[in-house]
C-alpha cells in the first residue's frame, strides 16, 4: 500500500461529472479523505464538514465531531493514528443539504477503490448515507449496530455526529449517545480479535 495509490485515486476523481455536485464544487477538489495508509478502521462520513484552500476534509481537526470521535476513539481503546475517515460523498454539500442517491452511486466506486487500497479491519459507517455507500439498497437502514461480519472486515452502522450534536441542540441525544459508545466498543473489540 502506498499514499501514492491514494493520490492516483484523487487525480482519477478529480475531475468527476458523474452527479450534479460537481456543478457546485468550482475550484475545490474533490475530498477522499485523511489518515493512515493502510489503517486499521475506516471511518466513512455522509460529506466532507469543511473546506480548506488546499482541499475539503472530512472533518476539521478543532470541530466537534472530530473532537468527539476521538473522545469516544480514545476512551474504547481505539488507535486514531490508525484510522482512516473518509465520505460517502467527496464534494462538499451545499449548506442544509444531504446527499442523494444519485449522488452516492456516483461515489460508490470511489470508496470501493478506497477499500481495496486502506485494507481495514474494520469499517464505522456514520449515518445512512454511509451505509447506502457501502451496500446500496441491499440493507435496512432502521437498524443500526454490526451489519457485516464476513472474512474481510466488520462493518458497524451508527449515528453521524454531525446529526448527533444537532439532536443534542433539542435534547434528544441521551439513547443516540449510548448506542454510539456500545457501537464504538464492538468494532474495538472486533479489531483487537484479529
Not at 484552500?53 to 486514531?80: F, L, Q, R, W
Amino acid at each position: 500500500m502506498s499514499h501514492q495509490q491514494i493520490v492516483d485515486i484523487k487525480e482519477e476523481w478529480s475531475d468527476c461529472t458523474k452527479c450534479n455536485l460537481h456543478e457546485t464544487r468550482g475550484e475545490h477538489h474533490v475530498c477522499l479523505g485523511r489518515g493512515s495508509v493502510p489503517c486499521t478502521l475506516l471511518v466513512v462520513i455522509p460529506s466532507p464538514r469543511f473546506n480548506t484552500p488546499e482541499c475539503p476534509t472530512p472533518y476539521e481537526a478543532a470541530s466537534p465531531e472530530m473532537s468527539m470521535m476521538n473522545a469516544i476513539a480514545d476512551k474504547v481503546g481505539i488507535d486514531t493514528q490508525r484510522m482512516h475517515i473518509t465520505n460517502a460523498v467527496s464534494c462538499i454539500m451545499p449548506e442544509g443539504h444531504y446527499a442523494s442517491k444519485v449522488n452516492l452511486e456516483a461515489c460508490r466506486p470511489k470508496l470501493v477503490q478506497l477499500t481495496q487500497v486502506l485494507k481495514p479491519k474494520a469499517v464505522m459507517l456514520l449515518g445512512p448515507e454511509a451505509l447506502y455507500s457501502w451496500f446500496g439498497d441491499t440493507v435496512e437502514t432502521s437498524k443500526r449496530g454490526l451489519v457485516d461480519n464476513d472474512v474481510h472486515r466488520h462493518v458497524m452502522f451508527s449515528y453521524d455526529f454531525t446529526r448527533y450534536l444537532e439532536a443534542k441542540k433539542h435534547g434528544k441525544e441521551r439513547d443516540m449517545a449510548k448506542e454510539i459508545f456500545e457501537h464504538w466498543e464492538i468494532i474495538r473489540h472486533k479489531i483487537l480479535k484479529e
